[in-house]
């Protein structure tokens, strides 16, 4: 049994170190994700990590797939997404649900929070509605401290009980968007 406790000397913006420590202790071994600026800094540490195995996906709701076969090969996973990316696995998401495969998703937010592209907006509103009608508990963390308390306590749910978690990671903690 991994120990999953929260490091009270991680600074507030190293909390994707954190979180990478975390998953470890989880003994996440795959890690999948369509590429997004938020999650940059988890991504570069889990793909620098010869002991997991990362997977860039074209559509997000392959990893929902992934994560499903990862499960029943032994292994434990992690999917990372942007909250516009939520849309394209609403069906998919059926699959862990009904077969009741642990999953844990991190999600970073667009649409909130100083945001500059309005074509966000309609899919973050969407976002915690959606998952939850489709039987997903959804958690959400607006602060470094409050995400490394969710994201420990969202994977030893997800892994030790086989539930389906989503953690949402709020636009104001990824901060704002730059073109």
Request: charged share 20%; glycine share 6%; hydrophobic share 45%.
């Amino acid at each position: 049994m991994h120990s999953l406790q929260s490091n009270p000397d991680t600074r507030a913006d190293d909390w994707p170190s954190e979180l990478y420590r975390i998953l470890k202790a989880a003994d996440v071994r795959q890690m999948f994700y369509v590429p997004d600026a938020g999650h940059s800094q988890l991504i570069r540490l889990f793909s620098a990590d010869r002991d997991v195995t990362t997977n860039v996906l074209t559509t997000e709701e392959e990893g929902v797939a992934i994560a499903a076969g990862a499960w029943l090969g032994g292994q434990r996973s992690v999917l990372l997404m942007q909250s516009s990316g939520v849309g394209n696995c609403i069906n998919m998401l059926s699959l862990s649900a009904i077969g009741r495969f642990p999953l844990l998703m991190l999600v970073t937010m667009r649409g909130e929070w100083a945001e500059f592209n309005p074509w966000q907006v309609p899919m973050s509103r969407a976002t915690q509605p959606s998952l939850e009608a489709i039987g997903l508990k959804v958690m959400r963390a607006e602060t470094a401290e409050d995400l490394v308390e969710t994201v420990e306590s969202a994977a030893a749910l997800a892994y030790d009980s086989d539930q389906q978690i989503a953690v949402l990671i709020g636009q104001r903690l990824i901060g704002k968007k730059k073109w």
